[in-house]
């Protein structure tokens, strides 16, 4: 690729992943807890005292669905 990357950040990988699974249909709020979000960006004030399922059937779909997604890009179609 050489010149065509532009330097990155880890942080870059995090908002690329919240950014597709917005574009897959995942709720915000699941993919604030795989993404670890503390606090959350979704969920606020009193609500994010009393909320604190753990999403985590949903948080499974959500990087299932995202490995789909990713091997799409790279998998053996993709490859010259």
């Excluded at 870059?12 to 993919?31: K, N, P």
């Excluded at 979704?42 to 009393?50: E, N, S, T």
């Excluded at 399922?53 to 053996?76: D, I, K, T």
């Amino acid at each position: 690729m050489g010149d065509e990357v532009r330097p990155w950040v880890f942080h870059d990988l995090r908002r690329t992943i919240a950014s597709h699974m917005a574009r897959l249909g995942i709720r915000a709020e699941v993919a604030d807890k795989v993404l670890n979000h503390s606090g959350g960006s979704v969920v606020k004030g009193v609500a994010a005292i009393y909320q604190r399922h753990a999403y985590l059937e949903e948080r499974r779909a959500a990087l299932e669905a995202w490995g789909r997604f990713v091997e799409g890009l790279v998998g053996p179609a993709h490859k010259n």
